[in-house]
């Protein structure tokens, strides 16, 4: 079993970056043909898919936030982290890490999410 768990604050102020970090337990984030995903919810809204970090160490975003987003990791912590810069109050969303098979393009297993607020 695989257990995939988020941490970071959960009050941001707009301009600000955001950090968050997804510690993994069960694999290493190094095994082929996995790829460690950052996906958010803003409230009322449906998924939202922000960018991964592959086993290789590359990296791949959404182009809508492209110009915001970067994913970097520690392999020796078996963690990978996600920095958002000059948030706004439309960042406001649960953000969930996730694991996606390259093979079979599906999030088999999931964080619990952690809701993150961007406000005065």
């Known amino acids: 079993q695989v257990q995939l768990t988020e941490s970071g604050p959960g009050l941001v102020k707009p301009s600000q970056t955001l950090s968050l970090t997804c510690s993994v337990a069960?694999?290493?984030?190094?095994?082929?043909?996995?790829?460690w995903s950052w996906i958010r919810q803003p409230p009322g809204k449906g998924l939202e898919w922000i960018g991964w970090?592959?086993?290789?160490?590359?990296?791949y975003y959404s182009p809508s936030l492209k110009s915001r987003a970067s994913i970097s990791r520690d392999t020796s912590k078996n963690q990978f982290t996600l920095h958002l810069t000059s948030v706004i109050p439309e960042d406001t969303a649960v953000y969930y890490c996730?694991?996606?098979?390259?093979?079979?393009?599906?999030?088999?297993?999931w964080g619990q999410g952690t809701q993150v607020t961007v406000s005065l």
């Open positions: 069960g694999d290493s984030i190094t095994t082929t043909n996995y790829y």
């Open positions: 996730a694991r996606l098979l390259h093979n079979w393009p599906a999030y088999d297993y």
């Open positions: 970090i592959s086993y290789g160490g590359s990296t």
